[in-house]
């Protein structure tokens, strides 16, 4: 399936939170865990976003979409601050576990939880950790296509995605990977290449939705669609290239909007949350 959409705000706007953002700090397990939020639930389950390779601020675009319809929060993890990851280190499974730490101390519940990149991998781990907090969990340009595990051909679709984005994204998340220091970053990227989601997507409960876009070289089409078919769920494909939410959230939202409409007309009666 195909969606459509728009483009995306300034750079400006994208390279720091702005007023309709608001930014809260939660201790869990004695590391600081930020998030940013926009939005009101408004009837419908609130969507948590995990950026990939921690840089939140492109997702911005997609959060404020999501904030006309429902409360829509994204995770600062590892949370770079003077080159490392402050509130968790720097692998794909910390930073799963970080996130399911955090539903829990934050006692969230009926949670839509949407990854991107990497963080579509960690999200993954999330919804195994706490399934009975979950309402569903999104895969955007989920990584990795298991072709491009090899280096020489990751190095040349490295090549062929940065090409392809956007200018303005670009300097958005180029400041958020140096706060890493460099080597806490390169610990996670090469974290990602080394797992395989489609050996754990299987277990996972709640439904699940796929979106990537039709020029992705990290997460192409037919690799998304086995993945959604390992749950026999949906997968959208967004105009664009790997970072397709970032240059048409629209489409991203109107996805994913979708999904969560169908998914509620259809929810069984909820089990008793777990004492």
């Known amino acids: 399936m195909t969606a459509t959409g728009s483009e995306p705000g300034s750079a400006r706007e994208l390279r720091l939170p702005s007023q309709d953002l608001a930014e809260a700090c939660t201790e869990v397990d004695g590391r600081q865990v930020r998030s940013f939020s926009t939005g009101e639930p408004k009837g419908l389950p609130e969507v948590v976003l995990i950026p990939g390779l921690g840089a939140p601020p492109y997702l911005y675009p997609w959060m404020r979409q999501l904030g006309r319809w429902t409360l ?18 720097s692998t794909v499974a910390a930073v799963g576990a970080a996130a399911a730490r955090w539903l829990e101390v934050t006692d969230r519940h009926n949670v839509v939880l949407a990854g991107h990149s990497s963080g579509a991998q960690s999200a993954i781990r ?12 999104v895969l955007a340009g989920p990584t990795l296509d298991p072709r491009a595990r090899n280096p020489a051909v990751l190095l040349v679709r490295l090549l062929h995605t940065v090409a392809r984005e956007k ?6 998340v180029l400041p958020w990977y140096l706060r890493s220091g460099g080597l806490p970053w390169l610990r996670l990227a090469i974290s990602s290449v080394r797992d395989r ?5 299987g277990a996972v409960q709640p439904p ?8 992705d070289r990290f997460a192409p089409p037919g690799w998304a669609e086995q993945l959604a078919t390992l749950r026999s769920g949906p997968c959208f494909l967004l105009p664009g290239p790997h970072n397709a939410c970032f240059t048409s959230p629209q489409a991203a939202d109107g996805a994913l909007h ?8 259809t929810e069984p009666p909820q089990p008793d949350r777990p004492l």
């Open 72 to 89: 829509a929060t994204v995770l600062d993890l590892p949370g770079w601050r003077g080159g490392r990851g402050r509130s968790s280190a």
């Open 126 to 137: 999330t919804a195994l950790a706490v399934p009975h907090r979950m309402n569903a969990l």
């Open 167 to 172: 200018l303005p994204e670009l300097a958005t």
């Open 197 to 201: 989601p489609e050996d754990l997507l």
């Open 208 to 215: 699940v939705l796929v979106l990537t876009g039709d020029r």
């Open 258 to 265: 979708q999904a969560v409409l169908r998914w509620a007309a």
